[in-house]
């Protein structure tokens, strides 16, 4: 959730899975051979996320849930398929696991926004192909738009593993590139 303050800081939002959530910085995140994915397994505050916007020294946004995707998600999140898991479903709502009445309305809009998905579209296996997933990119930064009119868009790729790299640069083609005010950073990514 977006911190309340009268600061004329800059603001950051990131929007993403467990990598940007933290997931496994509160140690081992298998029980019994099962992944676990429930927040108490992390912890934002050790995350490349929240440690970015404090060494940029910018308010932050940060909307992350591990397993969510940009096109299909990963295993079984609170008993929805995996079609249901993805950002364009829930970036509408405050808080949609509590009230999916309840519209996002933030009080400032993000001057930048960094969107880390594609992780678990790619390593499902359920992701259709890269230009499936370029255009769902194209839409959903669309949708962000909406909130945020004038901030800069960084499209993010790898960061545990390279598969999303391909359909991402094709969504920041797509979307008119650096001219128009989209970036990519490329993270590393391994094991």
């Not at 960084?154 to 001219?179: D, F, H, P, Q």
């Amino acid at each position: 959730k977006l911190k309340e303050t009268a600061s004329d800081k800059k603001v950051i939002e990131f929007i993403g899975d467990s990598i940007t959530a933290g997931v496994g910085n509160l140690g081992d995140i298998t029980v019994n051979g099962d992944l676990k994915s429930e927040p108490s397994y992390h912890d934002v505050t050790k995350a490349y996320s929240y440690l970015t916007a404090e060494e940029l020294g910018l308010d932050y946004n940060i909307a992350a849930r591990s397993g969510i995707a940009l096109y299909y998600g990963y295993g079984h999140i609170d008993g929805e398929n995996d079609a249901c898991q993805n950002f364009t479903k829930y970036y509408d709502y405050q808080n949609y696991f509590r009230d999916t009445k309840q519209a996002y309305s933030p009080k400032r809009s993000s001057d930048i926004v960094c969107i880390n998905l594609g992780t678990n579209d790619f390593w499902s296996g359920k992701c259709p192909n890269n230009d499936a997933f370029a255009e769902k990119m194209v839409s959903f930064v669309n949708q962000v738009k909406g909130y945020n009119p004038n901030a800069k868009v960084v499209l993010l790729t790898g960061g545990i593993n390279s598969n999303n790299v391909t359909a991402v640069n094709k969504a920041y083609t797509m979307l008119g590139g650096e001219s128009a005010g989209y970036y990519i950073c490329n993270m590393s990514y391994g094991h």
